[in-house]
């Protein structure tokens, strides 16, 4: 289902969390209409980076500390995803979760397969963000003030100078006119570093940036990473 204008009724919901500008403005409109979200699940690679993002445990770990939220881990490999998933979905219900929040915009594949494990699971599915435009979607995360840095570019679309820079006007302005602004295609992964509900904005510098040839299933690429760089306070 979309989101309700307001909920009626006692719920408690967790979010998909990739660490990126989409799941994080389907925070902000899920809070927004009355939908506590504490629980933030976000799905790894075994080894313990996020899947698409690549990003290390760490940095998710300190993001959703700043949002005053509960972090879950979920480690899964490509053979077992949909088990795990699925196993991770029930103990949300059992733990006394009543709904799932995903920052998807309008890809009816993703949906079709999410809404029946979350209906399985007695939970119910939300999509803040599902029908909007892409552009008014980039709009109001920029219009918001969620603060991102591009961490991960897809090299058959994007140039590796688009790699480790802010997702802001001027990024969208760059892009060229068949890359999606939300990076749906898998263009381009977002990190988010501060917005509204952090207590304070993370200190993050460069990271190390990497080089990636893509493997099956995926489409035949090369994928360059750069995740920030936590800063302490000796580096400030």
């Known amino acids: 289902m979309s989101i309700p204008e307001r909920m009626q009724t006692p719920s408690r919901a967790a979010i998909s969390w990739s660490a990126g500008k989409d799941s994080c403005l389907a925070l902000l409109r899920a809070r927004e209409a009355g939908l506590p ?15 698409s993002h690549a990003l290390p445990s760490s940095l998710i770990a300190a993001q959703v500390d700043a949002l005053a939220g509960r972090w879950l881990p979920v480690e899964a490999a490509i053979d077992d995803y949909t088990t795990v998933f699925a196993g991770t979905l029930g103990k949300l219900r059992d733990d006394g979760h009543t709904h799932m929040v ?47 840095r591009v961490v991960c570019v897809d090299t058959r679309w994007l140039d590796t100078s688009f790699c480790g820079v802010d997702y802001d ?58 995740a920030p760089r936590l800063l302490t306070l000796d580096d400030r």
């Open 169 to 226: 006007a001027e990024f969208l302005a760059g892009l060229p006119d068949d890359v999606c602004p939300c990076g749906e295609g898998g263009e381009f992964h977002t990190f988010v570093w501060d917005a509204p509900g952090f207590d304070a904005p993370l200190a993050i510098g460069p990271g190390l940036r990497r080089t990636v040839a893509s493997t099956p299933p995926f489409a035949v690429t090369t994928l360059v990473f750069e």
């Open 102 to 148: 995903f920052g998807d915009i309008d890809l009816q594949a993703h949906r079709d397969w999410l809404e029946p494990q979350c209906v399985r699971a007695g939970l119910a599915p939300v999509f803040p963000l599902w029908g909007m435009s892409r552009d008014a979607v980039a709009a109001e995360v920029i219009d918001r003030g969620i603060r991102a």
């Open 37 to 51: 979200v504490p629980t933030f699940v976000t799905m790894l690679d075994p080894g313990g980076a996020s899947k």
